[in-house]
């Protein structure tokens, strides 16, 4: 694959990538194999610790007893790295307020690690600071997602972290297994500047800088947190109203992650039950409504309850097609859930209409041999030939 790209002085930013030649929508910038990786704790019983494939049953490392395996290939594969890593779990978080404390002893365990499994590689490499190190490592890791967009680890690939972050990027990355791939959002011309989304981009513009400020250690100034452009939107309503579903999250999504999804639905119907009294009802535009709505949506399919998860999954998706103008997997990914939804309740025109409006996303955002792409593909056809017979 011929680059594209080149590496350059971003004024204000450091290093930074940008285009050498014309780019276009979709077209495949780059693909790289992570130089480390690790499944992230809250998946480590679900997905192989070597591939990243989700699996129903995985074999457990007999001497950790916390890594698993798809299998003896995948155990094999990982032992070379996995029989030198401590026996203590290093994996890489966000510590917020307690995180250079926090640093400050992961870079005490390190150095006693080093010292132990390589004790000549301080003599052989220049001084380096392990809390530093750290530092960059925690800034400089991806997150690694599935074909959903859901977290399964964290992968550290040098050679694109030097994408600078933008609120409203012009490039996506995806993941198959541990594989990265970086694909143009939209056209570009020479010079123009390659960037990501560090964090995700339905947020206001306080919690977005915020989050960037606290993870990452910088004050965005992109365009749209610079005209904050879009909260207007995503904060319409009364302040009145939609604070007690901003606050509500944090509980919501801890409930999401330990799956009571019968709770967490029950939660989720009585936030956004009309208010009545003198509160405005909060539109279905306002971010954190928004937040919510997908989190009801997520429990009813869970408890398969399909055309309630229907109904709250059509609520979200003209503030989706509102908050990502340009291409975007989770705008895709959010069309293909109602799809799947409208497709299974017989809805047969409905699901066909919405998965055109996914492929012609995904077909950017994913590529045609994706996975995903390919079981939308499968999908549609499945479609035509059900309407075909109707």
């Not at 002893?105 to 010292?115: A, D, E, H």
């Not at 009585?270 to 509160?279: F, I």
């Not at 293909?336 to 699901?351: C, E, S």
Request: proline share 5%.
């Amino acid at each position: 694959m011929a680059s594209k790209f080149e590496r350059f002085a971003s004024a204000g930013k450091g290093n930074g990538l940008r285009a050498t030649h014309d780019i276009h929508a979709g077209e495949l910038l780059y693909t790289a194999e992570p130089l480390a990786y690790c499944v992230s704790n809250t998946c480590a019983k679900y997905f192989c610790h070597s591939c990243f494939s989700r699996r129903e049953t995985l074999l457990r490392c007999s001497q950790c007893k916390v890594a698993r395996y798809c299998d003896v290939t995948c155990q094999k594969q990982a032992w070379s790295d996995h029989k030198r890593e401590p026996a203590v779990s290093l994996y890489l978080c966000d510590m917020r307020e307690e995180r250079r404390e926090g640093l400050s002893q992961l870079s005490s365990m390190l150095q006693l690690y080093i010292q132990q499994e390589v004790p000549n590689i301080m003599q052989e490499l220049p001084a380096v600071d392990p809390l530093s190190l750290l530092a960059k490592l925690t800034c400089n890791c991806f997150t690694v997602s599935d074909g959903e967009l859901q977290e399964i680890g964290v992968g550290l690939y040098p050679s694109m972290s030097l994408l600078n972050h933008d609120c409203r990027p012009s490039c996506v990355m995806l993941f198959e297994g541990e594989t990265l791939h970086l694909r143009a959002a939209r056209d570009m011309r020479p010079a123009e500047e390659l960037t990501i989304s560090y964090i995700g981009s339905l947020a206001p513009t306080r919690d977005r800088q915020t989050q960037l400020e606290e993870q990452y250690h910088f004050t965005c100034q992109c365009q749209r947190c610079t005209t904050a452009d879009m909260d207007p939107m995503m904060l319409c309503g009364e302040e009145e109203a939609w604070t007690p579903l901003r606050e509500a999250i944090p509980r919501l999504e801890n409930l999401q992650t330990h799956g009571d999804w019968e709770e967490l639905l029950q939660e989720c119907s009585s936030l956004l039950a009309p208010m009545g009294g003198a509160v405005p009802a909060v539109p279905d535009g306002n971010v954190y409504r928004l937040r919510v709505t997908d989190l009801a949506l997520d429990a009813c399919i869970n408890l398969a309850q399909w055309d309630r998860a229907l109904a709250y999954g059509t609520i979200t998706l003209e503030p989706y097609r509102q908050y990502y103008p340009d291409p975007h997997p989770a705008h895709a990914i959010q069309l293909m859930r109602v799809a799947k939804l409208q497709h299974f309740l017989v809805h047969l025109g409905d699901a066909q209409h919405t998965l055109r409006l996914a492929y012609d996303i995904m077909k950017v955002t994913h590529g045609n041999q994706h996975p995903l792409t390919s079981d939308l593909i499968r999908r549609l056809e499945e479609c035509r030939a059900e309407l075909d017979r109707a």
